[in-house]
C-alpha cells in the first residue's frame, strides 16, 4: 500500500501546484481589478461622467467575482493540502512511525480487564496504530469496540462493513478530509451539551418578544398614518433596551453553550449529509442511516438549523450591529429562545446523531488497516465450544521485517498452556500476539495472520503489575487483587481466555512456586483455557500430574562459543532447558560461578 500511497501523493502535488498558481493569478487580478475600479471611480467622480460610472461599476462586479472565484480556489487548494498529510500520515503508520490522530490516552485503565497489558492505549499503542478518527465520539466508538464486550451477531455485522468500506477508499478519504481539517482536541468533552437538561427559556418569553413587536408595530403605524411625531419609537427602544437588560444572564449561557460550535456543527452534517446520500449493503451501515431519519426528523436538516442559529446569533457580536439588531428586533432574545426550542425538540436525539458520525469513523478506521495490510485476514468465528487456533499470528507493532509469526492451537481438553523460555526469548512478546489478534478479531478487524479460528469469549491478562503510591498498595498485594479478579471471574464463566505472564513475582520462589501451582490446579479444576508464561519449571512439570490438562511449548535460545545470544522467536513444543540470566549477568561483569 505504501506504493499506492505514494503515487497519490504525486497526483495531489500536481494538483496543488496548480492551484497554487492560480492562487497567484487571482491574487494579482484581485489587485488590478480593485485598483482600476478605485482609479475609474476616482476620474468618474470628478468628471461626472455617467460611462466613468458604469465602467467602475462593471470593474466592481469583476472584483467581486474575481475574489470569490479566488476564495473557492483556496479551498480547493487547502482540501488538496488535507489529503496530501492524510496520504503522507498512512505512509508514517506503515512505517510504524507517528500517527497524526488521538492516542486514545484518556481510555488508559490499568484495572482494565486486559487493555494496560496489551498496550491497548497511549502514544504508539495498538488504538495509536488503527485510529483514523477526528471526533470525540469517533475514538469513544473505536476504543469501546476494543476494550468492551460485544455480542457475536455485531462484531459479525461490523466485520461485513468493514469489507464493504475497504472497497471505497476515495469516499472514506474524501469523508476524512472534512473532519481532519477541524480536528477536535478535547476528547473527552460532548460536543453538544443538552441545553434544555440545564437552562430551559425563562417564563412568558414568547409573550415578552409578542408584547415588544406589537408595540414596535403600533409606533410605526401611528407614525406612518397618523403623522405621530418620531420620538414615539423611543418608547419601544426602551422596553426592548429593557428585556435585553432583564434576559442578559440567559442570552449569556446559550451563547457559551454554542461558542465555537459552529465549525463542529459543519463537521458533523457534512459527514452526515455524504453518509444520507450514499448507498450500502451492509446491514450494520444501513442500520446507522436509518437512525438518522427517525419520527420523520431528518438530522441533517435538524442540525443545518441549529448551525444557522449559531451562525445568526454571531451577527450581533459587532458594536455598532449588536446595538442595532437588539433594540429594533430583539435580536439575540429571539434567536437564544429558538436554540432553546430546537434542543427541547431534538437534544435527546442529537447523542444518537453524532454517534452515528462516530460509529461510521471507527468502521472506516478498521477499512483502513484492510487495505493497508492486504496480507492479514478475516478471522473466522465458530459458534460451538471453544476455540483457538491461528496459523501465522503475528504483532502488528513489530516491523514485517522483524516480525515472527507463530502457528497455535489450543487442544480440547488441554486447558493449560505453559509456555516456558529465557528472558528475551519471546514469551511475553507471544501471549501480547495471541491478546492483540483476539481484540482485532472482536473490534470486527482483519488480524495479523494467515488465518484465525476463534470462538466467542473474553480475555484477561495478568501480564504487568505495578504498585500504587495513591491507594497505598505494594506491587505483590495488587498482584493478589489482580489474581482475585480473575479467579472470582474464571469461576463464575470459564468462557474466558486468561494470559498469564510469571504469576506471584513479587514474593520468594518458594511461595511463588507453590503459589502458581494451585492457581493452575484451581484452572484446571474449572477447565479455564489459560497460556502461562513461566521461569518456573516446576509449573511445566505438572504436565506428569496432568497430561490430559496440560500442554508444554518453550521459546529456545541459541549460545555461541563466544558466548553470544541469537533467538528464532518460534514457538516449539517441550519445555526449554536453556536459560541466559547468568550470561547476562557475566556481560555487566557480574560471574555467578
Known amino acids: 500500500m505504501t506504493s499506492y500511497y505514494k503515487e497519490r501523493i504525486k497526483e495531489i502535488e500536481l494538483l496543488i501546484a496548480t492551484l497554487q498558481k492560480k492562487d497567484h493569478i487571482f491574487n494579482t487580478l ?88 496489551m498496550d491497548l492505549f497511549g502514544e504508539n499503542s495498538i488504538f495509536h ?26 462484531i459479525l455485522k461490523r466485520q461485513e462493513a468493514v469489507k464493504e468500506l475497504a472497497k471505497e477508499k476515495e469516499w472514506c478519504e474524501e469523508l476524512r478530509v472534512r473532519l481532519y481539517k477541524n480536528r477536535i482536541d478535547d476528547f473527552r468533552k460532548e460536543h453538544l451539551p443538552e441545553i434544555k437538561k440545564t437552562l430551559s427559556a425563562p417564563k412568558n418569553l414568547k409573550l415578552w418578544i409578542y408584547l415588544s413587536y406589537g408595540v414596535m408595530l403600533l409606533a410605526i403605524a401611528l407614525i406612518s398614518f397618523l403623522s405621530v411625531n418620531a420620538t414615539i419609537l423611543l418608547i419601544p427602544f426602551f422596553i426592548n433596551s429593557m428585556l435585553n437588560f ?66 445568526k446569533l454571531d451577527y450581533s457580536l459587532g458594536m455598532l450591529t449588536g446595538v442595532i439588531l437588539n ?65 501465522n499470528l503475528g504483532h502488528p507493532l513489530i516491523p514485517e521485517s522483524e516480525r515472527v509469526s507463530n502457528d497455535f492451537s489450543l487442544k480440547k481438553e488441554s486447558w493449560i498452556n505453559i509456555i516456558t523460555g529465557s528472558n528475551m526469548a519471546g514469551k511475553s512478546t507471544f501471549l501480547r500476539t495471541i491478546g492483540v489478534n483476539i481484540i482485532f478479531a472482536k473490534a470486527g478487524s482483519v488480524v495479523c495472520a494467515e488465518s484465525l479460528n476463534v470462538s466467542h469469549f473474553r480475555i484477561m491478562t495478568y501480564l504487568t503489575i505495578t504498585d500504587s503510591l495513591t491507594e497505598n498498595t505494594s506491587t505483590f498485594y495488587r498482584e493478589i487483587l489482580r489474581l482475585k479478579k480473575i479467579l472470582d471471574n474464571a469461576r463464575q464463566d470459564n468462557n474466558i481466555l486468561l494470559l498469564l505472564d510469571e504469576m506471584l ?31 518456573n519449571l516446576e509449573l511445566a512439570e505438572m504436565q506428569n500430574e496432568f497430561p490430559e490438562n496440560i500442554s508444554n511449548y518453550y521459546f529456545d535460545i541459541i549460545i555461541e562459543n563466544d558466548s553470544t545470544m541469537s533467538f528464532d522467536y518460534k514457538l516449539k513444543t517441550g519445555i526449554c532447558n536453556t536459560f541466559n540470566a547468568s550470561l547476562l549477568l557475566k556481560k555487566i561483569g557480574i560471574d555467578v560461578g
Open 327 to 391: 433594540i429594533i428586533l430583539l435580536w439575540d432574545i429571539v434567536l437564544c429562545q429558538k436554540v432553546t426550542e430546537w434542543f427541547e425538540k431534538h437534544a435527546e436525539k442529537t447523542t444518537q446523531w453524532f454517534q452515528v458520525v462516530g460509529s461510521l469513523e471507527a468502521i472506516i478506521s478498521l477499512a483502513i488497516i484492510r487495505n493497508n495490510h492486504p496480507e492479514w485476514h478475516f478471522p473466522v468465528f465458530h459458534e460451538n465450544g471453544f476455540r483457538l487456533e491461528g496459523k
Open 246 to 311: 432583564r434576559f442578559g444572564k440567559f442570552i449569556k449561557t446559550i451563547r457559551a453553550q454554542l461558542e465555537g460550535r459552529e465549525n463542529t456543527l459543519n463537521d458533523y452534517n457534512k459527514i452526515l449529509t455524504a453518509f444520507e446520500l450514499k448507498k450500502f449493503q451492509s446491514v450494520f451501515l444501513e442500520n446507522l442511516r436509518t437512525n438518522l431519519s427517525q419520527d420523520n426528523i431528518s438530522a441533517t436538516k435538524s442540525i443545518a438549523r441549529l448551525q444557522n442559529l449559531s451562525k
Open 30 to 117: 484581485r489587485l488590478i481589478s480593485f485598483i482600476a475600479f478605485l482609479v475609474i471611480l476616482a476620474i468618474s467622480l470628478g468628471n461626472g461622467k455617467a460611462t466613468g460610472f458604469i465602467i467602475s461599476g462593471i470593474l466592481l462586479f469583476v472584483f467581486v467575482r474575481v475574489v470569490l472565484t479566488h476564495l473557492n480556489n483556496q479551498a480547493k487548494l487547502d482540501t488538496a493540502i488535507t489529503q496530501k498529510k492524510i496520504l503522507e500520515n498512512e505512509i508514517n503508520c506503515l512505517e510504524l512511525k507517528n500517527n497524526d490522530y488521538y492516542s486514545g490516552n484518556s481510555f488508559h485503565s490499568p484495572d482494565h480487564d486486559y487493555s494496560y497489558d
Open 505 to 535: 513475582r513479587g514474593t520468594n520462589s518458594a511461595d511463588k512456586a507453590r503459589g502458581s501451582m494451585a492457581i493452575v490446579r484451581e484452572l484446571i479444576l474449572h477447565q479455564v483455557p489459560a497460556l502461562v508464561a513461566t521461569h
Open 129 to 154: 496504530y488503527i485510529n483514523r478518527c477526528a471526533t470525540g465520539v469517533g475514538n469513544k466508538a473505536l476504543a469501546g469496540w476494543l476494550a468492551e464486550e460485544h455480542s457475536l451477531n455485531e
